[in-house]
């Protein structure tokens, strides 16, 4: 990747651990402040157990980004979309088995 797509991957993944805790949230399991990713990693993987996996490629990617280092190749960025997806897909589900329960 060039320097400038580069930047986008990461401004990507930035985005995706925020839309990660978002659904956390949304799901009775958000990240506290005081709270670092990898501490947050137990808690998130009790919402989505069978994804932990992907949510370790998703944090550690962040984790990478957050202090500094650029995603180098389309396959980084792709691992982490695909990740999110199947824990976005998880997490609509696990929404709507909980909208039908009320």
Same mark, same amino acid.
């Given at each position: 990747?060039?320097?400038?797509?580069?930047?986008?991957?990461?401004?990507?993944?930035?985005?995706?651990?925020?839309?990660?805790?978002?659904?956390?949230?949304?799901?009775?399991?958000?990240?506290?402040?005081?709270? /670092?990713?990898? @501490?947050?990693?137990?808690?998130? %993987?009790?919402?989505?157990?069978?994804? #932990?996996?992907? &949510?370790?490629?998703?944090?550690?990617?962040?984790?990478?980004?957050?202090?500094?280092?650029?995603?180098? /190749?389309?396959? @980084?960025?792709?691992?982490?979309? %695909?990740?999110?997806?199947?824990?976005? #897909?998880?997490? &609509?589900?696990?929404?709507?088995?909980?909208?039908?329960?009320?």
């Amino acid at each position: 990747l060039r320097r400038k797509e580069r930047l986008r991957a990461a401004a990507r993944i930035r985005r995706i651990y925020a839309d990660l805790m978002d659904l956390c949230c949304e799901l009775g399991q958000p990240r506290p402040e005081s709270v /670092t990713p990898l @501490e947050f990693m137990p808690a998130a %993987t009790v919402v989505f157990p069978s994804l #932990d996996d992907d &949510l370790e490629e998703i944090t550690t990617s962040y984790m990478r980004v957050r202090y500094g280092e650029l995603p180098e /190749t389309h396959q @980084e960025v792709a691992l982490v979309e %695909t990740a999110w997806k199947r824990i976005s #897909d998880q997490g &609509l589900l696990m929404k709507k088995q909980a909208r039908a329960q009320k």
